[in-house]
């Protein structure tokens, strides 16, 4: 529990020094350990335990709890000296405004909405945070002297679970959302403006597109999130500055081959779909650890050259994550079996590389084992590279954050690339982005 308070106060005094550079004059001596540590832990806890179900954490776009949650955070925007609204998505948003309304915002962020049996620091962490920090400009007063106006939006739909469609509500507000969205149903046919009526946010197709925010009313995005993931504990650093965010595309693939009864069809005469997809998986395993071994620099039509090998061999992970077979019985040899793969890396050309050496591998295994193999791209996201200015007052912000709380120097703030997609890439499309991660344990 210790480490938590360390942490999220070293985060949350990083915002608020980044905030302050960028807008006014620094924080200087006081680390307020009330606001950016004991209170904002109390509220991390008490938005954990905002749920719809008994016993775990689910907080899905516009359920009961996340208007709940919603309403929450616009009671801690207030209390930090926020004007708050929720605009026609169910995004929430606080915002200080300075003297001269005119200059361009600095937007701070994350989602409220969570995954089913979520941990509690996913996205809460982010908002909260920026809260904190915003709370800590307006007790000392610097909230007047602000050079910019500092927006938290905490977004309604990151997480996709009800409607099967990420980033809801930043890629509205980065003008990226198509107006059909609306029509989109959930599992009980419930479509995403039935949502929004029934809790009465009237919302056309012309009130979505007016979501978007002008570029040139915007400074800036930066969003802390947790890792998810191993690499800070492993290097025994708190918190890293993010470079970017990993690429990403999403492949379904099929592979069809002769259903047959397990007990009378001989081994030499199968075409097993099963094990062509088992072939096909551990040679995706081989290609991603080793790029290096499959793609040349130089390919036959130049579509990698030696910096993307290099990026593309630090970055690349592979995932296959949801099989399914047919008829799926112990005495049966399947007919079909179908099978996604999850391939992110920072390189969007390596990406196409290995995409373009995955299927020459299928139609070789495929053929060797008579089946037929289909691959459907079924979602390509590109890579998004963090904002070199930003991320430099996050990291010196950073760096002095730690000096001051610990004493000690611990050299350089690490530079990580982030494999999750997070809001930041759909305000990648509005404006530059800057992101923190910290680790959580
Ligand atoms: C702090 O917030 C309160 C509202 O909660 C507001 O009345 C006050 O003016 C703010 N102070 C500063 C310095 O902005
Ligand atoms: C949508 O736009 C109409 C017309 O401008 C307005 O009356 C209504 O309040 C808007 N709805 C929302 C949710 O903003
Ligand atoms: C307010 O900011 C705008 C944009 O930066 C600038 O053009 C204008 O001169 C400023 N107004 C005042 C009164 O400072």
Redesign the pocket.
Same mark, same amino acid.
């Given at each position: 529990m210790a480490s938590h308070y360390t942490i999220i106060l070293i985060f949350s005094v990083s915002i608020a020094a980044t905030a302050s550079t960028l807008l006014s004059d620094g924080l200087k001596n006081d680390l307020f350990p009330e606001i950016l540590r004991d209170v904002a832990v109390a509220r991390l806890y008490e938005l954990g335990k905002v749920s719809d179900a008994d016993g775990y954490l689910e907080r899905t776009f516009l359920s009961p709890a996340s208007i709940r949650a919603g309403n929450l955070i616009r009671t801690w925007m207030e209390d930090a000296g926020l004007t708050t609204w929720m605009d026609g998505l169910g995004n929430v948003h606080g915002r200080i405004q300075p003297p001269?309304a005119? $200059? $361009?915002a600095l937007l701070l962020g994350s989602h409220l909405d969570t995954v089913v049996d979520a941990g509690m620091f996913d996205g809460a962490l982010g908002i909260i945070s920026a809260i904190s920090a915003l709370k800590v400009l307006n007790v000392t007063g610097r909230s007047r002297n602000l050079k910019h106006p500092v927006e938290v939006i905490a977004f309604c739909d990151e997480e996709g679970v009800r409607f099967q469609s990420t980033f809801l509500g930043s890629a509205a507000i980065a003008g990226v959302l198509p107006v059909s969205t609306l029509q989109i149903p959930d599992k009980s046919g419930l479509t995403v403006q039935n949502v929004l009526r029934e809790n009465l946010i009237d919302t056309t197709e012309e009130n979505l597109s007016q979501l978007k925010y002008d570029a040139d009313s915007v400074l800036g995005y930066v969003e802390v999130h947790i890792e998810q993931g191993p690499v800070l504990e492993s290097v025994g650093l708190p918190l890293a500055v993010v470079k970017g965010i990993a690429g990403q595309t999403r492949i379904k693939l099929t592979v069809r081959g002769s259903q047959g009864h397990a007990g009378t069809v001989p081994m030499s005469m199968r075409q097993d779909p099963m094990v062509a997809a088992a072939e096909l998986i551990v040679s995706l395993e081989s290609l991603c650890k080793r790029p290096q071994d499959y793609i040349s620099s130089n390919g036959p039509d130049g579509q990698c050259n030696a910096f993307s090998i290099k990026s593309l061999s630090g970055s690349l992970v592979c995932t296959v994550g949801e099989i399914s077979t047919w008829p799926s019985a112990s005495n049966v040899i399947p007919g079909q079996v179908t099978f996604t793969i999850d391939i992110r890396t920072i390189d969007d050309i390596g990406r196409e590389a290995i995409i373009y050496e995955l299927s020459n591998q299928m139609d070789t295994i495929c053929d060797r084992r008579s089946v037929s193999c289909i691959m459907e791209r079924k979602h390509d996201a590109n890579a998004v590279s963090c904002d070199a200015g930003l991320n430099s007052q996050l990291k010196s912000a950073a760096y002095a954050a730690i000096k001051r709380m610990t004493g000690e120097d611990i050299g350089d703030v690490p530079v990580l690339m982030s494999g999750a997609g997070h809001d930041a890439m759909a305000m990648s499309h509005l404006t530059k982005v800057g992101s923190l991660i910290r680790l959580l344990s």
């Open positions: 001269n005119s $200059k $361009k």
